[in-house]
């Protein structure tokens, strides 16, 4: 759970504050608008969409060299 949450704070979409040894999160202000932009791109991508001029299209999650791509 703690790779999970600290990948999510490194994408930006989770703030985080330490109390002590605990450590909580919460989602980031604008982690919603950033999350649906991403989905939309993944969504365009997968049915062969190219990106249009303008348009804003980032992983949130960078593959490491020894991940596989999987949908």
């Known amino acids: 759970m703690s790779h999970h949450l600290a990948r999510l ?8 504050r330490r ?9 980031a202000p604008r982690a919603p608008l950033d999350l649906c932009r991403v ?20 992983s949130v999650f960078p ?3 020894k991940e596989q791509a999987s949908v």
């Open 9 to 16: 704070y490194q994408a930006g979409l989770l703030v985080r």
């Open 19 to 27: 109390e002590g040894a605990q450590v909580f999160y919460r989602v």
């Open 39 to 58: 989905i939309a791109a993944q969504v365009m991508v997968q049915h062969g969409q190219a990106p249009r001029d303008g348009d804003r299209f980032f």
């Open 63 to 65: 593959l490491d060299t």
